[in-house]
């Protein structure tokens, strides 16, 4: 049983089920940044000659070309070992579809297949894998200095569209990839989409002034007058306001010189 499994970030390999089944079989589960399919290099590779199988194939139905598909891969020499996959796991290849019809040409009795077996399997070692060439990424110095990075939109971009998104603040660093807040959660990205924010000082940041107060202001002895002539002021506007109202209920407006 393997110690930890690692996944993308699938709803499948996220959801609760297959929470407790890692913790049933005793694996831990590590999920992959998005768009980063470097993380799972050797099965993205297995997946694409496993794609390429089946669209040569012609076929709609893809329960019944699976099934071929799988056969054939798994009864093909490696080129890294010189054995079958069926060899590596069950110790023997497989039969193939044609010898079903063939009588065996030697006939192998049980403990002389165990001695077989036993000798092959000791032999048989497992390789490095090959290390394919890589361009160097770009990693800027800032990177690491920064508090809030931008972040590469990988997903299909309209034709106007940006093609960072952010900035968003930084909350933890690590050698590969970054924890970033994005919509109050803390999400992991992988560093080869991450370029560094230079922000401006905002308004929290910048020095406060003090409002003055304009308003100009009377002095006490004053004050009783002036609140005096201002009621005067609002009592004649408020009698001028008064609508008159004639004997049939009509609301009319005399001229001002026929008001007093």
């Not at 470097?38 to 012609?58: D, F, M, P, S, V």
């Not at 060899?87 to 579809?97: C, E, H, I, S």
């Not at 001695?115 to 770009?138: A, C, N, Y």
């Amino acid at each position: 049983m393997p110690y930890r499994v690692i996944t993308d970030q699938g709803s499948q390999f996220r959801s609760e089920l297959f929470k407790n089944i890692g913790v049933i079989c005793g694996f831990k589960v590590c999920t992959a940044t998005a768009y980063h399919p470097q993380c799972n290099g050797k099965i993205e590779r297995i997946h694409r000659t496993l794609k390429a199988a089946i669209r040569a194939h012609y076929s709609n139905k893809l329960t019944q070309t699976l099934t071929k598909v799988l056969l054939g891969l798994k009864s093909a020499l490696r080129d890294d070992t010189n054995y079958t996959i069926a060899q590596m796991v069950y110790g023997q290849p497989n039969r193939l579809p044609g010898e079903f019809f063939e009588k065996p040409k030697s006939i192998l009795y049980t403990d002389t297949f165990a001695k077989e077996l036993r000798k092959q399997m000791e032999l048989l070692k497992p390789l490095d894998t090959r290390r394919h060439p890589s361009k160097k990424i770009f990693v800027h110095k800032d990177l690491y200095t920064c508090t809030h990075v931008f972040i590469r939109i990988d997903r299909f971009r309209k034709s106007l569209e940006p093609p960072y998104d952010g900035p968003f603040s930084v909350v933890k660093r690590h050698d590969k990839y970054f924890a970033v807040t994005i919509k109050g959660k803390d999400i992991n990205i992988s560093i080869d989409r991450l370029k560094p924010a230079y922000l401006l000082l905002t308004e929290v940041d910048a020095p406060h002034h003090k409002k003055l107060d304009t308003t100009p202001t009377l002095p006490n002895e004053n004050l009783s007058a002036h609140q005096e002539t201002e009621k005067q002021q609002s009592d004649l506007l408020n009698k001028d306001d008064q609508k008159k109202t004639t004997c049939s209920g009509r609301c009319v407006r005399f001229p001002a010189r026929f008001k007093d």
